[in-house]
Every structure is written in C-alpha cells, then in structure tokens.
C-alpha cells in the first residue's frame, strides 16, 4: 500500500484526531479514507450517546430529581464556555427595600 510508506500521513496520523486525518487523505486515498470515516461515525454517535446519558445520570440524583432536564442537559452537553463575565455585566443588582 501506498500508504504505508507515505512519510507525511504518517506524520499528519500523529498529529492529528482520526476524522481530521481521514478527512485530509480523502483526496490521495478516496476509498480508504471513506470507509474509515464510515466506521469511526458508528463510534462518534455511540460516544455521544454514552456522554448524554452519564450526564443525565448525574443530574438526576435524588437531591435533584425534578421532571424536566432539557435545559440542564443542554448545559452539560455544550461544549461552549460559558460567559460568566458577560452575564453578570448584563444584570442589574437588586436591592432589598
């Protein structure tokens, strides 16, 4: 095979996640990197699934066991920092009377 002995994708294999690196031979080696994205899209959704729910096991302990979890869920899942600075500058102190 071609690819074993091409220097570069065994550098770009190195340094990079799998899907990126298929992603990136796709081009020289068409029906290889085809068939290994279709197999690593099995392990995605199944990682993604098992990452949900630990989530939803945790959030829903006894000391926290409401009925509606969407928004929680959303939150733990989010791979997106949250702006904490940016919330608080947008919030306007409460004084008591």
Sequence with gaps: MDLKNDSAAK???QNMELEEFWTLVRGTYPLLATNALRILVQFSSTYLCETGFSALVHLKT??????EVEA????????TPPDIEGLMKGKQCQKSH
């Design 72 to 79: 929680d869920l959303r939150c733990a899942l989010s791979i």
């Design 62 to 67: 006894k000391a926290r066991s409401k009925l």
């Design 11 to 13: 550098d770009a294999f």
